[in-house]
């Protein structure tokens, strides 16, 4: 079946520092792939996302690429803000299949100090 | 504001007590999803209602039901209580798509939740 493997958290880095967060897949066919971000007490926002090989989702500062060889999709932040600290989460959805569940990675938790 | 609205927001209960979890979709939005997000589990898939029809079951629990109504909201319930089922349960909602466009790339979008709290 499918499934999200992303880097374990907590990630803690000084504001202004490079972020990397891992997310691989494994997926049966050709799914879309998602970065969603948890701020504290809130609900789940979709951050980026992108629905086939070598498409590029930005958004915030945030970028990944749908690396298919790779099976991965990696978030990366040049320059991060305290206002970044969140949860956030991979996720894939079978493109051949609309209205289906996301499946999720874990979860990495970002905390960013200034 | 994502368009979905969860109620309600904070619950605290007892064990072996029952409750109801309610979710609006977002306007036009035919599909719910139900995940439950506890610390050591991550989000896992509950189910999903498509139009009233029950589309997709994850990991549920038998004590735990749910429904879609022609208004299309839907409530989950949640019964025989026990303390591990203390939780943040999310609604979501997705875009129906249109016959011959693909106006659904597979984004899902939240609620802010009810925290439920088994004492």
């Known amino acids: 079946g499918n499934s999200v493997t992303q880097m374990e958290g907590p990630v803690t880095l000084s504001e202004e520092a490079f972020l990397t967060i891992n997310c691989t897949y494994t997926a049966t066919g050709y799914p879309s792939l998602f970065w969603y971000v948890q701020y504290p007490g809130e609900g789940l926002q979709l951050l980026l996302k992108?629905?086939?090989?070598?498409d590029k989702g930005s958004n915030k500062g945030f970028e990944a690429t749908y690396r298919k060889e790779t099976t991965s999709f990696h978030l990366e932040k040049g320059s991060v803000q305290v206002s970044d600290s969140a949860v956030y989460f991979c996720a894939l959805s079978d493109q051949g299949r609309r209205n289906t569940p996301l499946v999720f990675g874990k979860g990495t938790r970002l905390s960013v100090i200034a | 504001d994502s368009g979905v609205t969860q109620t309600p927001k904070h619950l605290i209960t007892a064990t072996g007590q029952r409750v109801t979890l309610r979710c609006s979709p977002r306007s036009g939005d035919l599909s719910v999803y139900w995940y439950q997000q506890s610390l050591d589990q991550g989000l896992q898939f509950l189910i999903q209602y498509y139009n009233g029809e029950e589309r997709a079951k994850g990991n549920i629990l038998e004590r735990f039901s749910a429904q879609q109504f022609p208004d299309l909201h839907s409530e989950l319930n949640l019964s025989s209580l026990e303390l591990g089922d203390s939780a943040l349960y999310f609604c979501?909602?997705?875009?129906?798509?249109?016959?011959?466009?693909?106006?659904?790339?597979?984004?899902?979008?939240f609620g802010e939740g009810s925290r439920l709290t088994v004492l």
């Open positions: 979501a909602s997705s875009p129906t798509p249109f016959r011959g466009r693909a106006v659904n790339t597979g984004e899902l979008f």
């Open positions: 992108a629905t086939k090989a070598d």
